[in-house]
Nanobody
Framework: QVQLVESGGGLVQAGGSLRLSCAAS????????MAWFRQAPGKEREFVAA????????FYTDSVEGRFTISRDNANNTVYLQMNSLKPEDTAVYYC?????????????????WGQGTQVTVSS
């Protein structure tokens, strides 16, 4: 069992930056690939970014490529999402998740454990 707690969300103006953190419990954090998803009001939850066990591989949805950076600190059981050049369309609740299945990194079905989410609001 893994428990995840996100933090770092808030209200920011367009063009600003935020850094989200996700703290994971458990001693096996380094054995899981991790990801960030987001869900805007009235929309389905969508993939944002993912990172492999050793941080060697990262994956991003097209709309955040070049603006967001996912990273992880296995010693401190934490995964981060640095978000720069934020846009109003980035407004959503952001969730971190632990990958436990063999499906694609971008598939919501590949993730078994989820945090409670942190709200990010970008004003125009």
């Amino acid at each position: 069992q893994v428990q995840l707690v996100e933090s770092g969300g808030g209200l920011v103006q367009a063009g600003g930056s935020l850094r989200l953190s996700c703290a994971a419990s458990g001693r096996t954090f380094s054995t899981y690939a991790m990801a960030w998803f987001r869900q805007a009001p009235g929309k389905e939850r969508e993939f944002v970014a993912a990172i492999s066990l050793s941080s060697r591989n990262t994956f991003y949805t097209d709309s955040v490529e070049g603006r967001f950076t996912i990273s992880r600190d296995n010693a401190n059981n934490t995964v981060y999402l640095q978000m720069n050049s934020l846009k109003p369309e980035d407004t959503a609740v952001y969730y971190c998740a632990v990958k436990s299945g063999g499906a694609s990194y971008a598939s919501i079905n590949a993730y078994a454990y989820w945090g409670q989410g942190t709200q990010v609001t970008v004003s125009s």
